[in-house]
């Protein structure tokens, strides 16, 4: 059983940046591929990122392109989203996700990841 706990969340004005991170326990992390995904009040939970087990592949939304980077720390078992030029529409809950077998795809959805973290609140002002 692989525990994931976010961290790094706040309100921050557009235009400013912010790093979240991930850290796993409970399993080997090296395994696991990583994603981010984030909920914005009134609507479903949207892919973000994806990391494969190494960090040498990334896949992002069209929405974030250009302007988020995963990355990945194995020996801290950590993973990050840095969080660049944000806009108000950013704003939402940010969850991390692990699937097995550390191959990341592109555009996950929710069933294909097999844990989750309880999130962090990510809120721009304008």
């Known amino acids: 059983q692989v525990q994931l706990v976010e961290s790094g969340g706040g309100l921050v004005q557009a235009g400013g940046s912010l790093r979240l991170s991930c850290a796993a326990s409970?399993?080997?992390?090296?395994?696991?591929?990583m994603g981010w995904f984030r909920q914005a009040p009134g609507k479903e939970r949207e892919f973000v990122a994806a990391?494969?087990?190494?960090?040498?592949?990334?896949y992002y939304a069209d929405s974030v392109k250009g302007r988020f980077t995963a990355s990945r720390d194995n020996a801290k078992n950590t993973v990050y989203l840095q969080m660049n030029s944000l806009k108000p529409e950013d704003t939402a809950v940010y969850y991390c996700?692990?699937?097995?077998?550390?191959?990341?795809?592109?555009?996950?959805?929710?069933?294909?990841?097999?844990?989750w973290g309880k999130g962090t609140l990510v809120t721009v002002s304008s």
């Open positions: 990391i494969n087990w190494s960090g040498s592949t990334t």
């Open positions: 409970g399993g080997i992390f090296g395994s696991y591929a």
């Open positions: 996700a692990a699937r097995r077998g550390g191959i990341a795809t592109k555009e996950w959805v929710d069933y294909d990841m097999n844990y």
